[in-house]
Structure formats: C-alpha cells, structure tokens
C-alpha cells in the first residue's frame, strides 16, 4: 500500500532561492517571475501526471478581465509554433490522465454529467454549482 508523505521547505530569496522557480521545477509548468522578470522552465522534469499549484489565501487576486494581468507572449520571447506545440502536448497528457483514471476518452461530451467553465466562474462559484447539482441530483 503506498505511504504518502509531504515535504515542506522554506525557500529563502536571502539564499538566492526562488518560489516560482521551485513551483515550476515541482509542477513542469513554465512561470513568469515578476521578480527576476524571467520564465522559469524545467523541460527536463519528466513523469508529472497531474498539477496544482495553490496560492496562499491572502495572495492578491488578479482579476482575468483586465489586460495588465497578462504577460504578452511577445515579452516571454515564445513563438506562436511552439506555444501550440505546448498545448498540443498539455492536451495530449490530460488526455492520458484522463483515460487512466476513468477508462473513457478525453472530450467525449457524453462521458460528462457536468462542466463548468472556471475562465466564466470564480472557483467559488464552481464549487456552488456543482453542490446545486449534486442537490438537485440526489434530490437533496
């Protein structure tokens, strides 16, 4: 049976030690840091099935309408070619993901009882839905 365990460390700028570089190197997501104005990207980091990364409840929310809470891709220095080849390839591993957790394939409409756009609603208020619609399921 495995053991899951947890492994807190403390990541110090002092010791020339950086948060978003650590967040990105544990999730294989490439990161902007504000701090250093520079994409943190581990591409040599292989095997991650799946990926959160939670920020602290007093981490200022930025609001997704607003076009200054975007970094342009032109600034990142990231062709629009290889931009698509990442999706592809984030599509290609959700996929994977998908299918081996609940044997049925990845977009299949059918395959759905509920989907929420969390681009639309705020986490919040996904939550909100989906217990309205296990409510309304159950008949609770």
Same mark, same amino acid.
């Given at each position: 049976?495995?053991?899951?365990?947890?492994?807190? @460390?403390?990541?110090?700028?002092?010791?020339?030690?950086? !948060?978003? /570089? *650590? /967040? !990105?190197?544990?999730? $294989?997501? &490439? %990161?902007?840091?504000?701090?250093?104005?520079?994409? #943190?990207?581990?591409?040599?980091?292989?095997?991650?099935?799946?990926?959160?990364?939670?920020?602290? *409840?007093? *981490?200022?929310?930025?609001?997704?309408?607003?076009?200054?809470? +975007?970094?342009?891709?032109?600034?990142?220095?990231?062709? *629009?070619?290889?931009?698509? #080849?990442?999706?592809?390839? #984030?599509?290609?591993?959700? /996929? @994977?993901?998908?299918?081996?957790? @609940?044997?049925?394939?990845? $977009?299949?409409?059918?395959?759905?009882?509920?989907? %929420?756009?969390? $681009?639309? +609603?705020? &986490? @919040?208020?996904? !939550?909100?839905?989906?217990? #309205? /619609?296990?409510?309304?399921?159950?008949?609770?």
């Amino acid at each position: 049976m495995p053991c899951p365990h947890n492994e807190i @460390t403390i990541v110090q700028r002092s010791q020339r030690q950086s !948060a978003v /570089a *650590a /967040a !990105a190197y544990q999730s $294989g997501e &490439k %990161l902007f840091c504000e701090y250093d104005q520079q994409v #943190k990207h581990y591409p040599e980091k292989r095997g991650i099935v799946h990926n959160e990364i939670l920020l602290p *409840a007093n *981490a200022p929310q930025k609001d997704p309408t607003k076009i200054e809470n +975007f970094r342009p891709i032109s600034l990142m220095n990231i062709g *629009a070619e290889r931009i698509q #080849k990442e999706l592809e390839q #984030k599509d290609r591993s959700r /996929a @994977t993901y998908h299918r081996y957790f @609940t044997q049925q394939e990845w $977009g299949k409409v059918e395959n759905y009882t509920l989907s %929420l756009d969390s $681009g639309t +609603f705020t &986490k @919040t208020q996904c !939550a909100e839905l989906i217990i #309205k /619609a296990v409510e309304m399921k159950t008949g609770k």
